[in-house]
């Protein structure tokens, strides 16, 4: 069993940079994969993000080069570092975490606002 701690959310202006972390708790040691994703009003639910316990990393195509996902094992926690941010960034954010490879837990959600 996991659970997922979201913060950082919350408005920026166009350009501008803000970061997103998870923190992880419960049987982290059975985590193999963390990711995030992201969902506008309307729209289904896509993939920002993956990286695995080894390192491995995985971007959209729409957010290549501006955003960084990273991962500090030992204390557990996911950060999405975002630059270059534009309006259609704005989304519900939600961290996920696979668990033995059999198992998926998210986050609560953390809203991202882009806009002047």
């Known amino acids: 069993q996991v659970q997922l701690m979201e913060s950082g959310g919350g408005l920026v202006q166009p350009g501008g940079s803000l970061r997103l972390s998870c923190a992880a708790s419960g049987s982290t040691f059975r985590v193999d994969a963390m990711g995030w994703y992201r969902q506008a009003p309307g729209k289904q639910r896509e993939l920002v993000a993956t990286?695995?316990?080894?390192?491995?990393?995985n971007y959209a195509d729409s957010v290549k080069g501006r955003f960084t996902i990273s991962r500090d094992n030992a204390k557990n926690t996911l950060y999405l570092e975002m630059n270059s941010l534009n309006p259609e960034d704005t989304a519900v954010y939600y961290c996920?975490?696979?668990?033995?490879?059999?198992?998926?837990?998210w986050g609560q959600g953390t809203q991202v606002t882009v806009s002047s």
């Open positions: 990286i695995t316990r080894g390192g491995s990393t």
């Open positions: 996920y975490a696979r668990w033995s490879g059999i198992s998926n837990y």
